[in-house]
């Protein structure tokens, strides 16, 4: 089992920047794919940008060249109003379970305005 808690969430205004973190804890083994997913109010949710454990990165188009991933944080740089969304930390683990699974955070708020 993995629990994950999404940390660095809050209100910054259009431009502005924020870093949101992910801390995992349980009995697994190893974190094989870190990623973000976002879910505004009355849409989808959708996927920000996924790290993979050697490196690999995957952004939304929405956000490329602002946005960063690493295994430790997200950083969001010239943030836009319609970044404004709950942020979802999620994260495939390897454990005695025996094979990957997929877990998920509870979320953060985040909120560009002025």
């Known amino acids: 089992q993995v629990q994950l808690v999404e940390s660095g969430g809050g209100l910054v205004q259009p431009g502005g920047s924020l870093r949101l973190s992910c801390a995992a804890s349980?009995?697994?083994?190893?974190?094989?794919?870190m990623g973000w997913y976002r879910q505004a109010p009355g849409k989808e949710r959708e996927m920000v940008a996924i790290?993979?454990?050697?490196?690999s990165t995957n952004y939304a188009d929405s956000v490329k060249g602002r946005f960063t991933i690493s295994r430790e944080y997200l950083q969001m740089n010239s943030l836009k109003p319609e970044d404004t969304a709950v942020y979802y930390c999620?994260?495939?683990?390897?454990?005695?379970?025996?094979?990957?699974?997929?877990?998920w955070g509870q979320g953060t708020q985040v909120t560009v305005s002025s």
């Open positions: 790290i993979t454990r050697g490196g």
């Open positions: 999620n994260a495939v683990a390897s454990g005695p379970w025996g094979h990957d699974r997929l877990y």
């Open positions: 349980g009995s697994f083994f190893s974190i094989n794919a």
